[in-house]
């Protein structure tokens, strides 16, 4: 994770010990982070409106609520990839703490080498699970737009261009009805001299290839097209 885009995230300690909250802060910013602290999980709550953190670091033992009651609140609100921090190494209470959506959990006393980790490995999870997805799902139709297949039941299909770009405009806008004249501007642009009667022809090819599943394109008479599962 580099210099640049540490700086670009921010992390929320929350501790009702100073002299915690402090240390932890001291390492972060070594480290290049953005760091913001709150003295208990009330304080977080209130703070978490105005400057939403990409990583919670949490103490469970604290005053009015605990670690895990505040988990339980945040999560409701946002799902911010959280580390639980505390003295406490029950199994009990690791198991607990994951199950309310911390994504690890690490005990006091510990190595700033090891939270650092922890914290990276975290924040790499998430940026993960954030990316959107390459598939586009749709019934018995797979779309991956990264290689810009299509497979049908699992079976690769063949288009050109204009068809694959005809076919995932209607699918990504699933039930969106467009006008044959909003078709032939989004897929073949402004200045294309043709008639509406190509958006017809590659809708009637579309369906072919499709099968026994061309009905996922329906026509809405007198309106134009849309895709439905």
Known sequence: MSEVRKMDLTIMIVDDEEQMRNLVQTFLLKEGYTVLQATDG??????IKNNIPDLLIVDVMM?????FTFASEVKKIHDIPLIFLTAKGEEWDKV???????DDYIVKPFHPGELLARIESVLRRAKVSSLPSSRLILGPLAIDTASHTVKLEDQPLSFTLKEYELLFLLA????KLFSREQLLQSIWGDYYTGSERTVDTHIKTLRLKLKQHGSLIQTVWGKGYKFEV
Do not use: Q, R, S, Y
């Open 96 to 102: 607990h703490g994951l199950k309310l959506g911390g």
């Open 172 to 175: 990504k806008n699933k039930g």
């Open 42 to 47: 009330i304080d977080a709550l209130t703070k």
């Open 63 to 67: 005053p009015f609520i605990d670690g």
